[in-house]
């Protein structure tokens, strides 16, 4: 194996570690020590490749943001496809990512609450708001033009993300209360994707829409 191959295996190492300990611990409670000890090197050899733990940050969290939201804007702007099945299409891209990571959510929440001013800073450093921007005037044209009924955007957000991540917030009681017998967490989900969709077109359309 080459030294740069040795090179690249390590900093994904040390990345995947990271997520994995910020997602349980929290960024605040994880040092660089801690994501050192899981990976199997000392502290020197995590810093050679990220200086900071807000460069870390950044490395864990950027690739995850960077290729979703690009996904999510060129769903939303398939104005040929009618606003249920894109909201489908959205529902899936993030399933994908929940699945993989469904602590993600609720590490989402618990750092917008410690420290939101960092948290916002971080987004925007990623460039994430550009993306929500042109998914929000996407959507606020389709209104103005009258192909779906004028809803206030931060209303629409709301439903959607109340919806799509309080599963995922409560995955501990779905398992154990929710799930019907011998269904698991997934199929649960898939069963509430109608739901959510059904839920957002109602707002968005008079029921001539799917």
Known sequence: MSENKKAEDLETRIINAAKELF???????????????????????????????????????????????????????????????????????????????????????????????????????MDAIHYFDMIKNELQDEMDKGFLKTVPIRFLFLTFYSLLIMPFSIKNICQNIFLEENETFDEMLAKWKPYIVTHVCNLLTDGNQS
Do not use: C, W
């Open 23 to 125: 997602i349980e611990n929290g960024f605040a409670e994880t040092s660089m020590s801690d994501i050192a000890i899981k990976v199997g090197i000392n502290r020197p050899g995590v810093h050679y490749y990220f200086r900071t733990k807000d460069k870390m940050f950044q490395a864990v969290f950027g690739s995850t943001i960077k290729s979703l939201l690009p996904k999510i804007q060129d769903i939303m702007l398939q104005r040929e496809i009618p606003i249920g099945d894109r909201i489908g299409k959205v529902i899936d891209t993030y399933y994908e990512i929940f699945k993989t990571n469904p602590n993600l959510p609720i590490f989402i929440m618990k750092e917008m609450h410690r420290d939101f001013n960092y948290f916002s800073k971080a987004i925007t450093d």
